[in-house]
Nanobody, 120 residues
Framework: QVQLVESGGGLVQPGGSLRLSCAAS????????MGWYRQAPGKQRELVAA???????NYGDSVKGRFTISRDNAKNTVFLQMNSLKPEDTAVYYC??????????????WGLGTQVTVSS
């Protein structure tokens, strides 16, 4: 079994910052890409940011210059530093990872999500 556990969400005022963390655990051979998606009420889930095991990154247009993704490969953990937060960043943020599990090959795994609310 593989689990992704997010932490760090909460309520923050516009212009503030939050740091999300996601740790993968279980029967893991290796992890390729890790990333964050978000889904606001009534909207489709969208890519926020992703990072490969080699450190290549990709960001959604709406967060470029404000959010930074990073990872600790030794701890199977990915981080999302969110600065200059806006009310439109309010959403449930989901961690995603492409994980190779021994005997099962590569699969796409998701966390349960963490709520981020930006409001005054």
């Amino acid at each position: 079994q593989v689990q992704l556990v997010e932490s760090g969400g909460g309520l923050v005022q516009p212009g503030g910052s939050l740091r999300l963390s996601c740790a993968a655990s279980g029967s893991i051979f290796s992890i390729y890409a890790m990333g964050w998606y978000r889904q606001a009420p009534g909207k489709q889930r969208e890519l926020v940011a992703a990072i490969t095991s080699g450190g290549s990154t990709n960001y959604g247009d709406s967060v470029k210059g404000r959010f930074t993704i990073s990872r600790d490969n030794a701890k199977n953990t990915v981080f999302l530093q969110m600065n200059s937060l806006k009310p439109e960043d309010t959403a449930v943020y989901y961690c995603n990872a492409n994980i190779i599990v021994p005997g099962r090959g590569m699969g796409d795994y998701w966390g349960l999500g963490t709520q981020v609310t930006v409001s005054s």
